[in-house]
């Protein structure tokens, strides 16, 4: 084989592992360029998984956040503004109502009472009796839950036994208070507000009530009457007797307490609450609780 034909063949095999060393490093680095488009695709996802994670938190603290402000919103709080404003309950700059129900709960009237209430988006003040909050505490958990004020009215609502001392007042408002607490599961509510049975002004308990109010009055607990009747407690039947018994006080407050009954007799007062609510809605009031005194 002459010089030419050697050098020919040297040359060919030379390109030959020469293509297959392009070929080889072709598929590796199309291999390379294919992995590290996969690991950026995979640390995108990382790192979008990781946002997912941290937003995750962040919804989840806000929540969290928000529940405890709702939790803390429905503790009240007995501040020398809270004092102040219910010193000046009957006075205000713009027409308010404040809708309360005595010797609560029952399943016959408060219970349809708070979805009347629910459908018209009004709060009320609720006050209770303790041995009926142990009774019902479903109902009062409700009442809690849906954003009504829940106050006492005291525990037995039998007058020789509550207003056999002042003591004994005090005791009853704090028994009610741990059933209230057992009801709503919130240990730390006080609501710091209390209302005599049978009202505080008067009667033959006056001087008991009196020294009673002080007592309460030095454990941080205020007391309330009303300044209008519906007369559901003296046996008002039909809407148009609530009505006419408003119509008695209302035109002379801008600020009004209305007292009601939402005991287990008491289903002419749920029937008469829509007239009622629109009743006032037509004089331009609005709705308040007692969140808006004791904050």
Not at 50 to 76: N, S
Not at 203 to 219: F, R
Not at 234 to 260: C, D, R
Request: proline share 3%; glycine share 4%.
């Amino acid at each position: 084989m002459d010089l030419i034909s050697i050098k020919r063949k040297y040359r060919n095999k030379r390109n030959i592992i020469i293509g297959i060393f392009l070929i080889i490093s072709s598929i590796i680095f199309m291999l390379f360029i294919r992995e590290m488009f996969i690991d950026i695709k995979n640390e995108k996802i990382y790192w979008s998984y990781i946002e997912q994670i941290e937003q995750a938190k962040i919804t989840e603290q806000k929540i969290a956040e928000q529940k405890e402000a709702e939790r803390l919103a429905k503790l009240p709080q007995l501040t020398e503004t809270g004092k102040n404003n219910m010193n000046n309950i009957y006075s205000s700059e713009y027409k308010r109502v404040f809708l309360t129900f005595d010797d609560g709960p029952s399943k016959t009237a408060t219970l349809p009472i708070l979805d009347i209430l629910k459908k018209e988006n009004v709060k009320a003040t609720f006050f209770v009796l303790g041995s009926r909050v142990d009774l019902y505490p479903n109902i009062v958990k409700r009442q809690y839950d849906e954003g009504h004020f829940v106050a006492s009215h005291g525990y037995s609502h039998v007058y020789s036994q509550l207003y056999s001392s002042p003591q004994s007042v005090l005791e009853e408002y704090n028994k009610t208070l741990t059933s209230i607490r057992n009801a709503v599961q919130a240990p730390e509510y006080n609501p710091h507000l209390f209302r005599f049975p049978g009202g505080y002004k008067g009667g033959k308990y006056a001087v008991v009530k009196e020294q009673a109010a002080q007592l309460l009055e030095q454990n941080g607990v205020l007391n309330i009457d009303w300044n209008a009747l519906t007369a559901d407690s003296a046996g008002a039947e039909t809407t148009e007797q609530f009505i006419a018994e408003l119509e008695k006080e209302v035109p002379k407050y801008n600020s009004v307490v209305v007292l009601m009954h939402d005991n287990a007799t008491k289903k002419a007062t749920a029937d008469a609450l829509p007239a009622i609510i629109q009743y006032f809605r037509d004089r331009g009031f609005v709705f308040e609780n007692f969140y808006s005194i004791i904050k």
